[in-house]
């Protein structure tokens, strides 16, 4: 196997269990950039096969989005709008690439953006057309055409087998100057619980410098917020360049951090200690809205925005 962002062939196995069912997953880190991803990546037809109908029931236990994470999503979504038009992005046509239940599609179109989504999934896809009235396709990145000022992608570039053809994608999908706005998880980061990291539906882990790396042929990084998440605006580059990987010290960071996770540090430095209180708070609070329905939860969080 080559590594799917360098191509070369020197790669560490740094795990062999899905932390979700502790079945057999092979993670590698690649010694030469750093990009950590499973081996094999699975095909894109089984990607595909497996995001239209299983996923959503694999990890979040339902077809439809539940009232909780209509409520997550809506105040997730709120603060990329935020984060957004802080930036001076703040109209224009909008594309959101894995749009799950539509609740950044409905609010950004409420909130000055002319937005549509793409959604693999059947059931959240259709969810969203019927509860919200959005424009929302069931199908996968591929499918998408036109040309959109802004497009953005929460949690989904983990999910898509070829992430360099990815972004060959989204640069064609994109206005000239158009922005990209691009969230992961972080590899890196010391708040991720060490029984809860590697998983099937997660075919690549990003640090940073991976991520920019994979964007570089095709955007220029312009703003980067960096925790136990990484949130990434981009900027369509006029020409299209050579692809930049990490230095050699970003990718001895990276492996330096891989080898200092664990449970000390989960718990004391990242925070651990807080998560069964916080989570207390997080369930007492959603049952308090949990009668409600998905449209009303959204207009309720605009109204007081």
């Given at each position: 196997?080559?590594c799917?962002?360098?191509?070369q062939k020197n790669?560490k196995i740094?795990?062999?269990?899905?932390?979700?069912?502790?079945?057999?997953?092979?993670?590698?880190?690649?010694n030469v950039?750093g990009?950590?991803?499973?081996?094999?990546?699975p095909?894109?037809?089984?990607?595909?096969?497996?995001?239209?109908s299983?996923y959503?029931?694999?990890?979040?236990?339902?077809?439809v989005?539940?009232?909780?994470?209509?409520?997550?999503?809506?105040?997730l979504?709120?603060d990329?709008?935020s984060?957004?038009?802080?930036?001076?992005?703040?109209?224009?046509?909008?594309?959101?690439v894995?749009?799950?239940?539509?609740?950044?599609?409905?609010?950004?179109?409420k909130?000055?953006?002319?937005?549509?989504?793409?959604?693999?999934n059947?059931g959240y896809?259709s969810?969203?057309r019927?509860?919200?009235?959005?424009?929302?396709?069931?199908?996968?990145l591929?499918?998408?055409?036109g040309?959109?000022?802004?497009?953005?992608m929460?949690?989904?570039?983990?999910?898509?087998p070829?992430?360099?053809?990815?972004f060959?994608?989204?640069?064609?999908l994109?206005?000239?100057n158009g922005?990209?706005?691009?969230?992961v998880p972080?590899?890196?980061?010391n708040?991720?619980?060490p029984?809860n990291?590697?998983?099937?539906?997660?075919?690549?882990?990003?640090?940073?410098?991976t991520?920019v790396?994979a964007?570089?042929?095709?955007?220029?990084?312009?703003?980067?917020?960096?925790?136990?998440?990484l949130?990434?605006?981009?900027?369509?580059?006029?020409?299209?360049?050579d692809?930049i990987l990490?230095?050699?010290?970003?990718?001895?960071?990276?492996?330096?951090?891989?080898q200092?996770k664990?449970?000390?540090?989960?718990?004391?430095?990242?925070g651990?200690?807080k998560k069964?209180?916080?989570?207390?708070?997080?369930?007492?609070i959603e049952?308090?809205?949990?009668?409600k329905s998905?449209?009303?939860?959204l207009?309720?969080?605009?109204k007081?925005?």
């Amino acid at each position: 196997m080559s590594c799917i962002l360098c191509e070369q062939k020197n790669l560490k196995i740094i795990s062999r269990t899905d932390s979700k069912n502790n079945s057999s997953l092979n993670i590698f880190l690649c010694n030469v950039c750093g990009m950590v991803q499973q081996n094999p990546i699975p095909s894109e037809d089984e990607v595909n096969e497996y995001y239209s109908s299983v996923y959503r029931q694999d990890y979040k236990k339902t077809y439809v989005p539940k009232i909780k994470h209509v409520f997550r999503a809506g105040n997730l979504g709120l603060d990329r709008i935020s984060f957004l038009k802080n930036r001076g992005i703040d109209n224009g046509s909008l594309l959101d690439v894995g749009a799950g239940g539509g609740e950044f599609t409905y609010l950004s179109s409420k909130l000055g953006f002319m937005s549509q989504g793409i959604e693999p999934n059947i059931g959240y896809s259709s969810y969203a057309r019927e509860e919200y009235g959005i424009k929302i396709e069931t199908g996968q990145l591929s499918d998408v055409h036109g040309k959109f000022k802004v497009i953005t992608m929460f949690h989904a570039l983990e999910h898509i087998p070829d992430v360099v053809k990815a972004f060959e994608l989204l640069f064609n999908l994109l206005e000239k100057n158009g922005h990209l706005l691009i969230e992961v998880p972080n590899i890196e980061t010391n708040d991720a619980s060490p029984h809860n990291i590697y998983f099937k539906a997660h075919i690549h882990y990003f640090s940073s410098s991976t991520l920019v790396s994979a964007a570089s042929k095709y955007f220029d990084k312009i703003d980067m917020v960096s925790d136990s998440n990484l949130r990434v605006l981009f900027k369509r580059k006029e020409v299209v360049s050579d692809l930049i990987l990490p230095s050699f010290d970003q990718v001895a960071k990276t492996t330096k951090r891989l080898q200092k996770k664990g449970w000390l540090e989960y718990i004391f430095k990242g925070g651990g200690y807080k998560k069964l209180p916080l989570r207390l708070s997080k369930i007492f609070i959603e049952s308090r809205i949990s009668h409600k329905s998905g449209i009303k939860i959204l207009n309720d969080m605009i109204k007081y925005h």
